[in-house]
């Protein structure tokens, strides 16, 4: 059975996934959710996010990031919160979990250029989903982050923006129509 997109659904020219796949281990997607649940009512302050993140990330609390109230809300109460809305993490939607073939069947329906960047330390994407990924889409690229776990984009930040430019870059000329496949 074939997928079909939203009939009002833009053409995708690329899909770069960052630190998702088909295939991901079941503790590390627990700890995502275990930290995107707590603190439903939101934080007191920014260094208590500070904390809860260096926290999940399994580091020392240095300094508050600058860019933290990008991420952040002032709620009607005075308490951070999140910018997504929590309703993301409730039970409903996670059905998907109830059908871990449909990401893998909805890529294999996708016959353009796919990147999938992953933390070298993920907890979420191993080594062996990796494997099955590659073995499973021959023309994907597939770039490991030393240093990053799930968290990529704030991890190694100048290293992920690299290579997602690089690979935008070479799938899509400067007119915005996709090439047919990504050859590496």
């Keep these: 059975m074939g997928l079909q997109a939203r009939p009002d659904a833009p053409r995708l020219a690329a899909i770069a996934l960052v630190d998702i796949a088909p295939w991901m281990e079941p503790q590390g997607v627990g700890r995502i959710v275990d930290f995107m649940r707590a603190y439903p009512d939101g934080f007191a302050s920014l260094e ?14 240095a300094a508050i990031p600058a860019g933290l109230r990008k991420n952040l809300r002032l709620n009607g109460h005075g308490r951070w919160v999140w910018h997504w809305d929590p309703r993301l993490m409730s039970g409903e939607n996670h059905d998907h979990r109830n059908d871990p073939a449909f990401f893998e069947r909805a890529l294999a329906c996708y016959p353009g250029p796919l990147l999938l960047v992953r933390g070298a330390r993920s907890d979420v994407v191993s080594e062996e989903s990796v494997s099955r990924f590659t073995k499973m889409f021959p023309r994907a690229r597939v770039t490991q982050l030393t240093g990053a776990g799930h968290m990529v984009a704030g991890d190694a930040n100048t290293a992920f923006t690299s290579t997602v430019i690089e690979f935008l870059a070479e799938v899509m000329p400067t007119d915005g129509t996709p090439t047919q496949q990504l050859d590496k």
Excluded: C, D, M
């Design 48 to 61: 208590e996010v500070s904390r809860h993140i260096a926290g999940y990330r399994g580091q020392t609390l």
